[in-house]
């Protein structure tokens, strides 16, 4: 974690929205890498308010105004980070959080991450069913399948997905990517998923290998 995103984090942590918005603009004006701003600013206050909603430190009011906050920074990040010019993929990708899960905060920032390396990110939102991804990856003809899921309780829709792509005959076309808090490499594997990341960085990285577009 950054010493530069210090006053962002706090920020986050208070749900002072204002200060957020201000440390945001501020880090953008002084050249801060925009990933920075995002993960160990942004991402890295949430996980810290999750920590803290474990130890019964923080209440649901806090964690759901801190998510609106982290929504109104990390958009006012996103044109920073898609005006650089590190575009390589250019293959499709349709990405979504599976049924029964509202987390939207880390598949935003994959969704994001994986546009600014080129690929043309198709997002289906949150709470989307297994038949809307198997729908969207035909129509698009989508080279790779991203499920994110961030509860132990519908990590399993994971799997319902894939048995879904395998039973629609797309198994094979496309490259099945998961992620989010409760999933491991262990449970990609366990589930037949193509590939596992744990942050969104990570995520970049595991698609292009995929792609086989990797360095
Ligand atoms: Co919820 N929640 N939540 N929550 N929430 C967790 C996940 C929890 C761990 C908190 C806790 O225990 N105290 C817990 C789950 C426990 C469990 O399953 N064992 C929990 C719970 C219980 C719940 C509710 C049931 C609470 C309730 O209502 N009583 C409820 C469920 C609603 C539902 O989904 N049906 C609920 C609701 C909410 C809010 C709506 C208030 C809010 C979500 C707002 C939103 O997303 N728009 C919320 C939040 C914010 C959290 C925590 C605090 C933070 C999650 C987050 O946004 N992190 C979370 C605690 C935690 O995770 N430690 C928690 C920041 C984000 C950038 O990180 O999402 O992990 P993350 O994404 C990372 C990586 O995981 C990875 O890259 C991202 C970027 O680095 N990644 C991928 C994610 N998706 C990927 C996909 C990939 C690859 C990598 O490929 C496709």
């Not at 297994?130 to 509860?151: M, N, Q, T, Y």
Request: proline share 2%.
């Amino acid at each position: 974690m950054s010493e530069a995103t210090a006053g962002l984090r706090q920020a986050l942590l208070e749900a002072d929205e204002a200060a957020a918005v201000e440390e945001t603009r501020r880090l953008l004006a002084e050249g801060t890498e925009p990933r920075e701003i995002l993960e160990s600013g942004l991402a890295a206050a949430m996980s810290e308010l999750g920590q803290r909603w474990n130890r019964g430190e923080a209440f649901l009011p806090e964690v759901v105004a801190a998510a609106e906050i982290f929504k109104k920074c990390s958009e006012l990040v996103e044109p920073a980070l898609l005006s650089r010019d590190e575009k390589k993929a250019g293959h499709r990708v349709v990405i979504g959080t599976v049924k029964g899960d509202l987390h939207d905060l880390g598949k935003n920032l994959v969704a994001v991450m994986m546009r600014t390396a080129g690929f043309e990110v198709h997002d289906l939102g949150k709470d989307v069913p297994a038949e809307k991804f198997v729908e969207a990856a035909r129509d698009l003809g989508a080279r790779i399948v991203g499920l994110s899921a961030l509860l132990t309780t519908t990590m399993v829709e994971q799997k319902v997905v894939i048995e879904a792509l395998q039973e629609a005959g797309l198994r094979s076309a496309v490259k099945v990517l998961v992620g989010g808090a409760p999933v491991t490499a262990q449970w990609a594997a366990e589930i037949g998923a193509d590939g596992y990341a744990s942050n969104a960085t990570e995520a970049v990285e595991v698609a292009l290998g995929l792609v086989g577009a990797g360095e």
